[in-house]
């Protein structure tokens, strides 16, 4: 007795090696599939195991290709579904697609592997690549800096040259007492313009002051050397050097999830023109102050001047929470506070 058959779906057949098409239907027979015309002729034969079913992709034809070289295509994928599942062949890419509380967990495993990446993996990466760079990176990214606040943000000084001179010998005193030496270290001056009040340090050991900065001092020269000494802190702690690798890292991790994000990376890295955007963490911040109060006292000047800096923002500007026109010295009494409590822990041991 001949075998039933049932229809699976009705497509398109193209013989091996044409473009012609056929209407037909794809039949199951005894094990066997079978692609046949509207008027039932049998256009080829395979069994399940020997004929090449194509994966479903979105709503693609599917592709059922026999021994012979001939193509049955349907554009009814559920059939196909259908039938292949009920003999134990399941699509799992495609239930995966289906399936969207599983592409809920992709996303949370992608997004808590980002986060394990710049919480553990990118900070351990920025220690290996500060032990590893060489002198001329340093040189090269400070350089790069300069260039473009030179010609984008900075005046020449209109500092009197006398003023200029003592603050330069308070620094030379203190910068004798680090651990890279006065040699390590050169001091610019600069009319900060936009900029306002501030001083800064890039990775090489220039350092920056600007005019209104001192102005703001008034004759307290002693502060102005307590920051400065603030600035050697981060350059010999390397702050500059850190921050420029982990916005690097960052930017890779973002390019790795999101794809290219233009040249970023490399005006950062190469350029050095990214320091411009970069501000210290509270950690960073901290360990600078502390290293303001021993290189002062090294020195043999005053280790609180710092804090008269902090005073200064709080009665002068109304500086009395987290940040500060000078987005990389958060203003804050705490601070102060802290600065003082460090240099008197410091006299108690001297004595």
Request: glycine share 10%; charged share 25%.
């Amino acid at each position: 007795m001949a075998s039933s058959s049932i229809e699976i779906a009705r497509g398109e057949w193209h013989p091996a090696g044409s473009s012609r098409s056929v209407p037909s239907r794809l039949l199951e027979e005894g094990g066997s599939l079978r692609a046949v015309d509207d008027a039932s002729t049998e256009l080829a034969r395979g069994t399940l195991a020997s004929v090449d079913i194509s994966d479903r992709v979105g709503a693609i034809p599917r592709r059922v290709e026999f021994a012979d070289g001939s193509l049955f295509e349907t554009p009814d994928n559920e059939a196909v579904d259908r039938f292949l599942k009920l003999n134990g062949r399941v699509n799992h890419i495609h239930e995966w697609e289906r399936f969207r509380p599983r592409l809920i967990a992709v996303v949370a495993a992608t997004v808590l592997c980002g986060v394990a990446i710049y919480r553990y993996a990118v900070p351990a990466l920025v220690e290996v690549a500060v032990l590893v760079t060489p002198p001329i990176v340093p040189e090269m990214m400070s350089k790069g800096t300069m260039e473009t606040m030179d010609q984008t943000l900075f005046d020449k000084t209109q500092l009197a040259i006398e003023r200029q001179e003592r603050i330069r010998d308070g620094f030379k005193a203190i910068a004798a007492r680090s651990g890279r030496g006065e040699a390590g270290y050169t001091l610019n001056f600069r009319k900060g313009g936009v900029v306002g009040p501030n001083a800064f340090a890039l990775p090489d050991g220039t350092l920056v002051v600007t005019d209104e900065l001192i102005e703001l001092a008034g004759d307290d020269t002693e502060m102005i050397v307590g920051v400065l000494a603030h600035e050697i802190g981060h350059v010999e702690l390397e702050h500059s050097l850190r921050q420029i690798y982990r916005a690097a890292g960052v930017a890779g991790l973002i390019m790795m999830i999101g794809g290219d994000i233009g040249s970023g990376v490399d005006d950062v890295l190469v350029q050095g023109a990214g320091l411009l955007s970069l501000s210290y963490s509270r950690g960073a911040e901290t360990a600078a102050d502390r290293h303001s109060v021993e290189l002062m006292q090294k020195a043999g000047r005053d280790p609180t001047a710092a804090a008269r800096f902090f005073d200064l923002l709080e009665k002068k500007l109304d500086d009395h929470g987290d940040t500060s026109i000078l987005s990389t010295h958060p203003g804050t009494p705490e601070r102060r506070k802290a600065i003082l409590d460090y240099a008197a822990e410091l006299r108690a041991k001297a004595q």
